[in-house]
């Protein structure tokens, strides 16, 4: 029977997870704090021009330090984006439980473009649309992106729905956020904004021509 170190009693009388110890805290937010300086100057400088040396430096790092987080510059771009996925996920996971599955999808997306403008990921995905070798990484894990959003959507859809109902819709949705700010993220904030609207429209009502 695991001791009491071992294991905290939740409020429920249920064990739950050891807390994260202060050493794998210290490692989580240094590596954030690495991926973070490295998409700054990526966006700055562009990705080819940006080295490791820079990004070590703008970080606070020697170079030796920064291959114990990444073995190469481009693993910033898998760090960031999965982090964006997964807010999108826990955004979609908070909506409320009464509330249609395409009205969930449309105001987590929504969230979710709200912080990726806030916080330079779409300018981000910018650099990452324009050079072949991030491109390629983003399109390798979009298949990881999609099983998170489909995981979150799981939870939300009735225990007898189709399984391929979760996935089809996270696809679906990644493939429509992927294509908004990929064609439009040199367009103003409150453009992009009435681009996802408009795009949501045309995926809730079809795709054929209206009058």
């Not at 987080?69 to 771009?77: F, G, M, N, P, Q």
Request: glycine share 6%; aromatic share 6%.
């Amino acid at each position: 029977m695991p001791s009491a170190t071992a294991t905290q009693v939740g409020a429920a009388g249920g064990a739950a997870p050891e807390p994260v110890s202060i050493t794998v805290r210290r490692i989580t937010q240094s590596r954030r704090e690495l991926t973070e300086a490295a998409a700054r100057l990526f966006v700055e400088r562009g990705y080819e021009a940006t080295t490791v040396e820079e990004i070590a430096r703008a970080a606070g790092i020697s170079v030796r330090t920064f291959f114990r987080y990444l073995s190469a510059k481009e693993e910033v771009i898998d760090d960031i984006l999965e982090q964006r996925i997964a807010g999108f996920a826990a955004a979609l996971s908070a909506r409320p439980p009464g509330e249609t599955l395409l009205d969930s999808l449309r105001a987590a997306g929504h969230d979710s473009l709200t912080k990726a403008l806030d916080d330079g990921t779409v300018d981000l995905f910018a650099v990452v649309r324009r050079t072949p070798v991030l491109r390629a990484r983003w399109l390798v894990r979009c298949n990881t992106y999609t099983d998170m959003v489909a995981d979150s959507l799981r939870g939300r859809l009735a225990a007898q729905s189709d399984p391929v109902v979760a996935d089809l819709a996270a696809g679906a949705l990644i493939g429509l956020m992927t294509t908004v700010i990929d064609r439009f993220a040199d367009t103003t904030p409150d453009t992009l904004a009435d681009v996802l609207d408009a795009v949501f429209d045309r995926f809730v009502h079809g795709f054929g021509d209206r009058p």
